[in-house]
C-alpha cells in the first residue's frame, strides 16, 4: 500500500515538472516574439468604439467609404438603395406635391462629450386649413366642389370672387382684393372684406343659400318663417362680422371654389403664411368636352356669361388651354412653395372613381372623411330619375360614365379637329386621346381616357 502510494507521488511530481518547463518556454517564445507595448489612451478608445459602435454608425461608415472612392452611382441609407431623379410626371397626380428627393448621408460627428440637453420647443400655433378647387367654367366644378360642402365640418364658398367682379365699387376687382378676399375666408377674418361679404349673402343672382350649407345653416337662423319674405341673410349689421367667424372658427376647415381666377401664383402668399396650412386643386378636363358643354349653354339660351361662342371659336379654345398647361407650370418646375400643396386632379377621374378621389382630397389636407359626403356620392352618380334634374346644365346628379363621354355625340368631327389643333400640348400633358376619324369619335365602346390604378399619395 505505501509502496504504491509513493510511486503515484513521485508520477505527479515528474507531470508537474513537464507542465512547468512547458509554460515557461511558451511565453518565453511569445514574448520574444511579440514585445509588450503600453496601451494609450487613443488606442483603448478605438476599441471601445469598434466594440460598441451601434448598427446604424456602421451603416454610416459604409457611406463614408463609398463617398472616398468617388464610385456612387446609388447611396445606401439605411439598408436601402435610394436613387436619384429629378425626373417628374404631372400625371401620376402626386396629391400634396413632388416628392422630396433632398437626402443626406452625412455621417453624424461622434464625440465623447454628452450634448447639452435641448431646450423644449414652444407649441407650435395652430394652422387653419383651407382648400381650393381652380378651374375653368364648364370644367365640372360644381361637382368637385360639393365633395367639400357636402363635409359637415367644412365651411364652403362658392365662387365668392364672383362678389368682386360685380360689386358696384370696381375697384374691388382686381388682384389685390382677390388676395385680401380669399386670405380673409380661409382665416375667418372677415372686418377687412365686410362689405364685400354682405354684397355676397344678400345678393340675388348669385344663389349662396342652394350652394353653401354651412352659410345657408347660420343665416336660417336669423329669418323670420312667418313673413313674407323671411330675407336671404338678415344677421344685425352690428352683429355681422363677428357671427360670421364664430360659425366659421366653429367649422374645421374652409373649402373654396371659384372659375374666376386665371393665375395660380396668386395662392403663393397664402401657402408660405404660418397661419395658414393652404391647399390648392387645380381641376381640369378634356377641352373637348369644355367646349361642347359651353356650346350646350349658348344652344339652350342659358345665359352665365357673354363671352361664350355659338360655335368652336378658335381662341376661345386657345384661352381654355393655355390655362390649363399655364397654370401648371409652377408645379412642373418643381416650385418650393407648392410642395404638398398642390394637386392635379383630371374630372374625368373624378367622375369615373370618386370615392377614390374623395379618399384623396381628404387625405391631401388631413380631414378626415364623412360619411355624410360618400352618401352623398353614391346618390349624385347616377342618372337621376327626375327629368328636371337631368336636364338642369348646373346639376350635380349625372351619371359619370355618361356624363365623361357625352361630348362626343354633341360635336362633329369637323369641331373636333379644331379643338384638338389648337390643344395639342395640354391634351399630350394631360394625356386625353386624339380621335382620328367621325367613326373613332362615334364609338363610345373606344375608351378615350387611359385608366390608371389608384396611387397613393
Known amino acids: 500500500m505505501h509502496v504504491c502510494r509513493r510511486i503515484l507521488l513521485l508520477n505527479l511530481r515528474k507531470i508537474l515538472l513537464f507542465v512547468l518547463f512547458v509554460g515557461t518556454s511558451t511565453y518565453t517564445y511569445l514574448a520574444a516574439t511579440f514585445p509588450y507595448e503600453e496601451p494609450t489612451d487613443s488606442k483603448i478608445l478605438s476599441r471601445m468604439l469598434q466594440d460598441v459602435r451601434s448598427p446604424r454608425d456602421k451603416r454610416e461608415v459604409i457611406s463614408e467609404k463609398l463617398q472616398d472612392q468617388k464610385s456612387v452611382s446609388k447611396l445606401i441609407i439605411k439598408d436601402v438603395e435610394v436613387e436619384q431623379s429629378d425626373e417628374v410626371d404631372p400625371l401620376e397626380y402626386i396629391f400634396g406635391g413632388f416628392q422630396d428627393s433632398s437626402v443626406t448621408t452625412s455621417a453624424r460627428p461622434r464625440t465623447s462629450k454628452k450634448p447639452p440637453p435641448k431646450a423644449e420647443a414652444p407649441p407650435a400655433a395652430e394652422k387653419r386649413t383651407a382648400v381650393i378647387v381652380m378651374t375653368q367654367m364648364r370644367s365640372g366644378s360644381t361637382f368637385v366642389g360639393e365633395i367639400f360642402n357636402q363635409h359637415p365640418e367644412a365651411f364652403y364658398f362658392f365662387e365668392p370672387v364672383w362678389a368682386l367682379e360685380y360689386n358696384k365699387n370696381k375697384?374691388?376687382?382686381?388682384?389685390?382684393?382677390?388676395?385680401?378676399?380669399?386670405?380673409?375666408?380661409?382665416?375667418?377674418?372677415?372686418?377687412?372684406?365686410?362689405?364685400?361679404?354682405?354684397?355676397?349673402l344678400t345678393t340675388k343672382e348669385l344663389g349662396v343659400m342652394k350652394t353653401c350649407k354651412a352659410i345657408d345653416k347660420m343665416c336660417d337662423g336669423y329669418r323670420n318663417k312667418t313673413a313674407m319674405w323671411p330675407g336671404r341673410c338678415p344677421i344685425p349689421n352690428d352683429q355681422f362680422t363677428e357671427i360670421l367667424e364664430m360659425n366659421c372658427i366653429k367649422n374645421t376647415f374652409t373649402a373654396i371654389k371659384t372659375i374666376r381666377l386665371n393665375d395660380i401664383t396668386l395662392f403663393k402668399p397664402l401657402t408660405e403664411d404660418p397661419e395658414l396650412d393652404f391647399k390648392i386643386i387645380q381641376l381640369v378636363r378634356d377641352p373637348r368636352a369644355i367646349i361642347a358643354s359651353r356650346l350646350a349653354l349658348v344652344k339652350n339660351n342659358v345665359s352665365v356669361t357673354n363671352q361664350l361662342h355659338d360655335d368652336v371659336d378658335r381662341t376661345e379654345v386657345r384661352a381654355v388651354?393655355?390655362?390649363?398647361?399655364?397654370?401648371?407650370?409652377?408645379?412642373?418646375?418643381?416650385?418650393?412653395?407648392?410642395?404638398?400643396?398642390?394637386?392635379?386632379?383630371?374630372?374625368?377621374?373624378?367622375?369615373?372613381?370618386?370615392?377614390?378621389?374623395?379618399?384623396?382630397?381628404?387625405?391631401?389636407?388631413?380631414?378626415?372623411?364623412?360619411?355624410?359626403?360618400?352618401?352623398?356620392?353614391?346618390?349624385?352618380?347616377?342618372?337621376?330619375?327626375?327629368?328636371?334634374?337631368?336636364?338642369?346644365?348646373?346639376?350635380?346628379?349625372?351619371?359619370?360614365?355618361?356624363?365623361?363621354?357625352e361630348w362626343r355625340t354633341r360635336l362633329s368631327f369637323q369641331q373636333v379637329e379644331i379643338i384638338q389643333s389648337e390643344c395639342k400640348e395640354a391634351m399630350t400633358l394631360f394625356n386625353y386621346k386624339f380621335v382620328e376619324s367621325n367613326e373613332e369619335l362615334k364609338d363610345i365602346s373606344v375608351s378615350l381616357y387611359k385608366k390608371r390604378p389608384p396611387l397613393l399619395f
Open 171 to 200: 375697384a374691388y376687382n382686381s388682384s389685390k382684393w382677390q388676395l385680401k378676399l380669399l386670405e380673409g375666408l380661409s382665416k375667418c377674418r372677415f372686418e377687412p372684406i365686410r362689405d364685400i361679404m354682405q354684397f355676397y
Open 321 to 405: 388651354c393655355n390655362w390649363m398647361t399655364t397654370n401648371m407650370q409652377p408645379y412642373r418646375e418643381k416650385r418650393e412653395w407648392l410642395r404638398k400643396r398642390y394637386a392635379l386632379v383630371r374630372y374625368e377621374d373624378v367622375g369615373l372613381d370618386p370615392i377614390t378621389t374623395m379618399a384623396r382630397f381628404y387625405r391631401l389636407i388631413n380631414i378626415p372623411m364623412s360619411r355624410d359626403v360618400s352618401k352623398w356620392l353614391g346618390s349624385h352618380t347616377k342618372t337621376s330619375k327626375k327629368l328636371k334634374d337631368r336636364k338642369d346644365p348646373f346639376g350635380t346628379k349625372k351619371d359619370s360614365e355618361k356624363t365623361a363621354n
